[in-house]
């Protein structure tokens, strides 16, 4: 269990003296490894030849990368396509100076309907079996996924939650204070030696004072998504609701956006000015919504199958 009103400030990964895993790409490492391990049990139980996952693994990686890039930057950060186009497919910001910055925004929506695009062209070049029998599939490995990107999120202090007075609230302090600020702020050119000297030194004090107290909506998000990926684990492996095609993956869309959704409410915009811009609700939950009532609705479709599927 997470200390009370902590104070968050990690290290940006796991030196290794000669080279540095940074705990965001760790997370997706373990991510797509867990995932094609669980995916591999599930051909095995459907008796589908194990030569034809490693392209599915390869497809994934591709369209959740991509498809998570390009949703970013199309819902919320569009200028980037004409100020600095290159940074939208390069981890390097080339305006005003090239620097490099990893991939600082990815979308989890323009995950999904990469994911969804993706999972037809393996499905008609490889696989050759229902598209949904697919999805029905796929979403396990992918809600598994999901509960360590959010973590990743957390360890680089990113989509931090609103502000708040709670018990549940963090002092996220590399959101407060840029790696610009903080050698500023310390006199210290190292960055990581700055964001340590800045919680380790009492000296500066008074900056760790003014952060506010934020929710931790990365790990409230990926508490509710521990829920989907158990619920679909069960419904898979223990009922026969998985012959009805598409059931899965409407359930899967109603699950795990409805937790985006809910968890919307607590955490901060992340595009200013788009917070409760449309009947209340934030790009966030606009967004989510489409995809809950897809999965309302395949549910709806697959619940009135009169006959299983034959594959």
Do not use: C
Request: proline residues 4%.
């Amino acid at each position: 269990m997470l200390p009370l009103k902590m104070t968050w400030n990690p290290s940006t990964g796991l030196d290794l003296g000669f080279f540095t895993i940074h705990y965001y790409s760790l997370m997706f490492v373990i991510a797509f490894s867990l995932g094609w391990y669980l995916m591999k049990k599930v051909y095995k139980n459907e008796g589908v030849e194990e030569e034809k996952l490693d392209p599915l693994f390869i497809y994934s990686v591709l369209a959740i990368l991509i498809g998570a890039r390009l949703g970013h930057v199309f819902f919320y950060q569009t200028e980037l396509l004409w100020q600095d186009p290159l940074s939208v497919f390069l981890p390097f910001r080339f305006v005003p100076e090239i620097e490099y910055t990893g991939f600082q925004g990815l979308a989890s929506h323009g995950a999904a309907i990469g994911m969804i695009f993706a999972m037809y062209l393996y499905n008609k070049k490889i696989l050759k079996k229902s598209v949904l029998w697919l999805l029905d599939r796929v979403i396990l490995p992918v809600s598994l996924g999901a509960i360590f990107v959010r973590i990743g999120n957390f360890f680089n202090s990113e989509m931090v939650g609103k502000i708040t007075d709670s018990n549940l609230g963090i002092k996220f302090v590399q959101d407060q204070y840029n790696k610009y600020e903080v050698q500023r702020l310390t006199g210290i050119p190292n960055e990581h030696k700055a964001y340590s000297a800045l919680t380790d030194d009492p000296q500066f004090a008074n900056y760790i004072a003014e952060i506010p107290y934020r929710f931790p909506g990365q790990l409230m998000e990926s508490f509710g998504y521990v829920f989907v990926f158990l619920i679909l684990m069960f419904v898979y492996w223990k009922t026969d609701l998985r012959k009805k095609e598409g059931f899965l993956f409407g359930l899967f869309l109603v699950l795990l956006w409805t937790v985006r959704f809910i968890v919307e409410y607590f955490k901060r915009a992340q595009v200013e000015g788009r917070e409760d811009w449309i009947f209340g609700f934030n790009t966030g939950q606009i967004l989510s919504i489409p995809f809950i009532l897809i999965g309302i609705f395949m549910i709806v479709r697959a619940l009135g199958q009169k006959k299983e599927p034959q594959y």
